[in-house]
């Protein structure tokens, strides 16, 4: 290995650290109380190598979300182009749980991420990624119904919008479950919720139904 790829190496491993010590301190203290000065202390890094890497504290937050774009797209993806729309949108259901399941707290703080000004301040570099990964996995979405409207199997209403009911739906649910849960910890309905959910989401959209 040349020096230039052991330079790299060691780039990408130290942002991972600082990734890493983001993580334990926002799910600590929340985006707002965290600070850039605790992380860099979690990391055992400067401020000023912390900076060199993520130019403020919106770019590291969203930069854990990237990870959660990225699997949901990978999982798309991989939904069976041999099943029928219905059976692909009850795939969806399991690929969303899934996301969430992969990681919660990030999954979480992404959907605050929806309704908050923090893409205001990011990078127009990482702003670009991420509104990249989330169309992408919306289009894959979208893709469902729209094949299910051309076949015949769904109700014949706008793709976009059935994606937009799909993803505000799932948001949701994850987000007032989660609320839930920190008050009663012993109980957890997300699962069964998110069947519901669906449930009636395909009675919808489900042609003749």
Do not use: C
């Amino acid at each position: 290995m040349g020096i230039p790829e052991r330079k790299q190496k060691e780039k990408e491993r130290r942002r991972q650290q600082i990734l890493v010590a983001a993580k334990r301190v926002f799910s600590e203290k929340g985006f707002t109380k965290a600070t850039i000065e605790e992380i860099a202390k979690s990391a055992e890094l400067s401020s000023g190598t912390l900076y060199l890497y993520f130019r403020n504290k919106e770019e590291l937050w969203v930069s854990l979300s990237l990870r959660v774009l990225q699997y949901l797209l990978m999982r798309l993806e991989h939904i069976d182009d041999g099943l029928e729309p219905p059976e692909k949108l009850r795939a969806l259901k399991e690929v969303l749980y899934d996301v969430y399941e992969f990681d919660p707290s990030v999954a979480i703080n992404m959907f605050h991420l929806q309704s908050s000004d923090i893409l205001k301040n990011l990078s127009p570099e990482m702003l670009s990624e991420i509104t990249g990964l989330t169309r992408q996995a919306l289009d894959k979405i979208s893709g469902i119904f729209q094949e299910g409207i051309r076949e015949g199997s769904f109700v014949d209403r706008h793709p976009v919008a059935l994606t937009d009911i799909v993803w505000g739906m799932f948001s949701g649910v994850v987000l007032w479950e989660n609320s839930k849960n920190l008050l009663n910890r012993e109980r957890d309905y997300l699962r069964p919720t998110l069947e519901l959910a669906f449930e009636l989401l395909e009675r919808g959209v489900r042609k003749g139904s």
